[in-house]
C-alpha cells in the first residue's frame, strides 16, 4: 500500500476543535459567575468590595462544601437526597456534643462518614438505588437532629466561630476558603492516580472492574468523601451561624445537586468538575438572596425567585453546551 | 496439530453452560509461543465465551487450562493479567470520561506515585505511535471526544503496553472493524511484528481475508466445539466459509444482468454534503441501494443523519420524500435500548401500528417480532428475553427488524454491519436486495469493498464531501480507494 500520507488528513482541525470544545465547557460555569457579578456591580456597586464580598458570600462556604460532598457521589453515578439533612444533623452534633464533650462529638462525627461509607457499600452490593437508600437516611438524620436539639438552640464551639471569623488581609475570607475547597477537591479527584479510578468507576464500571479494581472499594471511598464534605459543610455553617436547628440544612441537598449541574458536571458519566462545582455554589449563593435583595423583591417572593433564577441558569448551561456540540 | 514452539496455553475439554444453552461444549484449544492463532466462527458460535474464559471474566463448568505449562486451578481475571494475557474487547473497554492517559493508568495500578500523568501519557503515546504512526491522538484527549476509530486505537495500543507484568498473550476480538482500511493495515503490521518478537495472539475477526492475511493457524468453532484446526496456508475463503457452516460458500456478486436505468423511478433523496463544494449531489430514487464509500469518519454518517433530520421536519437544503428510519452503526451507543426485550426493541419504529385504541397491543408487537424472528432468523428461543441475551450479530438483526418492520420508505444504514459474522451478512444482503425490488431504497454507509458490490450505485466521501460518483459497472475496490486517498488539488 502506499497510500499513508492521506489518511490523517481530518486530523488535521480535529485536535484544535477538541481543545476549543474543552475550554469552552470549562469556562460556562465561570461565565454565568461573571454574569451574576455583573447584574449585582450593576444593582448595587458599592456590593463589591471587601466588606461586602465577605458579607454575600458568608454563606456559600457551606454551599460549596456540600456541593463537593454532592459531586463525589455524582460522580460515581449516584444521588445523595440525604445531604441537606445530614449537614443539619452535623450542625446540632456542633453545636451540642462537640461544644460540650469534644471527644464524643468528634466520634460521632467520624461515625458518620463511616456510615457514609457503609452506604456505599450497601448500596453497592445490594445494587440499590442511591436516591431510595439516601432518601431513606435523610429521615434518620432529621430524626435524629430533633432528638438531639428539639428546639433551636446550642452554641458553636469558639475554635469554630474564631476559624470561620478570620478576616484575611485583602482577599475577602469566603473567597480564600472557596479557593482552597475547589483546590483540594480538584488535586484530589482529578489529579491523583487513584481519583481517576473514581472518576472511571463512573464512567465505565465495567472495565474498571476487569482491569482488576474493587468497585466496592470505589464507591466506599467516594461515599466516604461524601460524608466528609457534609460533616465539613455542616460545621462551616454552625460556624457563621452561631446556634444550630434541626432544620438548617434542608434546602441544600437540592442547591448542591444544583450546582454540581451548573458547574458542568452530568448525572451520570462519571463527569464533574470540582472547581466548576464550587463556581456553581458560588453563583446559586449569590443568585439566592443578594441579588434578590438589590432587586428589591419583597422576602414572600424571594424563593420563587431563587427557583426562576435557578432554572434560567440551568437552561442557559443547557443551551450553551447544545451549541457547543452542533459547532 | 501443528506446533509452532512450545506451548503456551492449552485447553482441554472446556465447557461453559449459560442455563440450558451451551456456549462452549468440550474446546480443546492450544496457541504456541509466539504463534497467530486465527478464530473465526458464526456470531454465537462460542468465540466470545472462550475468550472471557481465557481472560478469566467467566470460569469455565468443566476441563482444564494449563498456562505456560503449569495447570491454572483459581484462575480469576488478576491471575491472567500476571500471567500476561491481555484482552481488546469487541465493546470498547475505555472509561470515556476519562483521558487516553488516564485510561493507561487504570489499566496499570503500578502507575502513581507524583508523576504518575506522565508517565502514563508517555506509555500509551509511545505504544500508539508504534502502532498507528500518524494517529492523531493526544495523551490529554478525554476519550468521550475521539471518534469512535480513534478509541479503538487507543484500546489496542493499551492492550500493548507494558509495565510491570509482561504481555505474553494477546487476544483481539474484531480489533479492525472499528478502523478503516488503512489502519487495520498498520495493527496488522504490527501483530505480525510482535508475533516475531515471541508474543502470541489470538486474532478474531469476520474478515476473513485478514484472518487468512495473518494468522499462522486458524481454529474454526461452530456451536460450541472447534471443527477445523489447521495451518492457515491450507485453508482458502471458500473453504473457511464451508468450515464455519450453513451458508454455501459464494459471495453473491452483482445481481445478474439488472442494468436497471437510474431515473426511471421517483426520487427518494437529494441531498448535498454540508461542505460539498460544487454541484455533487447524492441521489437516490426508489428502490435502489446507494452506497457512501470512503475512510471511516469522513462525513458520511453526518450525512445520513442530516437527511434523518430533515425526514423528521428539520430544514435542510435537501430533498427527502418519503418515511425514513435509520439503522445505526454503534449499537450500544445509539441502537439498542438495554433495558428491553427483543419484541419491544423490535416495535419501537412501528408503535403506531402495533396499537389498539388508545392502548399498545401486546399480542401484535408478539407477532411483529415473532414473523422477523423467523423472516432473518434472529437465535432465542422467545422474544420476550432482554435484548442483551443475544450475541452482538443478533442485537445488529434485531435493529435490521426495527427498520425493515416499520412503515419507513428509505432506509439510512450507517455502517450496520460492524463485527457481524459472514453467515448474517450474506443473509441481509439477500434481504436488503429483496426489500430494495418491492421499492425500498437503501442508503448504505459502509468500510467493506465486499458490502458495496451489493450496491446499485457509489458515492465515495473524503474529507466531508463526495469526491467520486461511481455506478455499479464502474465500481472497482482500487476505484474506491483511489479516490479515498487523492490529494485535494
Redesign the interface.
Known sequence: ?T?????????AH??DR?EL??LLRALLPALSLALVLMAIAWLNPRAISYFGFTLMLNLAIPIALATIAQMFVIAGNDLDLSIGAFVGFVGCVAATWLRETPLVGILVLLGCIAVYAALGALIHLRNLPSIVVTLGMSFVWQGLAILLLPKPGGKAPDWLLAIMGVKPPVVPFPILAALVIAAVAYVGLM?T??G??L??S???A???G????SLLKAKMALFACTGLFGVLSGLALIGITTSADANIGNGYTLLSIAGVILGGGEFV???VSPIGAVIGALTLALAASPLLTFMHIPPDWQVAANGAILIVVLAARVLISRKDVER | MIVAGPKLVELDGVEKHFGAVRALDGVDLMVGRGECLGLVGHNGAGKSTLMHIL?G?ASPDRGRMIFAGSEQAAYS??QA?RLGVRCV?QEL??????TVA??A???H?G???FN??RKAGRLIIDRLDAIF????V?AS??VQ?LPIGRRQMVEVARAFTVTDEPVRLVILDEPTSSL?A??A?QLLDFMRRVVADGVSCIFISHLLGEVLDICDRIVVMRDGKTVADAEASSFDRDGLVAAMGGVDAHVRDARAGAAHVRGQSPLRVRARPMRQAGAVELVAHEGEVIGLAG?A??GQTDLLLAIYARALGGRGDLDVTATVALVAGDRQADGIFPLWSIAENIGVRSLARLRRGLLLSPRREDALANFWRGKIGIRTPDVHDNILSLSGGNQQKVLFARALGSDARIVLMDDPMRGVDVGTKLEVYDLIREEADSGRTFLWYTTEADELKQCDHVYVF???SIVADLTRDELTEEKV?QSS???AS
Not at chain 1, 210 to 213: I, K, L, S, T
Not at chain 2, 93 to 98: D, I, K, R, T
Not at chain 2, 133 to 136: A, L
Open positions: 500500500m497510500i499513508p500520507v492521506a489518511a490523517s488528513a481530518p486530523a480535529g485536535p477538541i470544545r474543552r489529579r492516580s487513584y481517576a479510578i472518576r472511571g463512573g464512567g465505565n465495567v472495565a474498571i476487569r482491569a482488576g479494581w458519566g462519571g463527569r | 481472560t471474566t481475571p488478576a493479567k474487547f473497554s475505555l472509561c470515556p470520561n476519562l488516564e485510561n493508568r487504570v489499566f495500578p502507575l502513581s506515585g504518575w500523568r504512526p500518524g494517529h492523531g493526544g484527549d478525554l471526544d478503516d488503512h489502519s493495515r475512510l469518519g469522513h473524503r474529507n466531508g480507494i486517498f487523492e490529494e
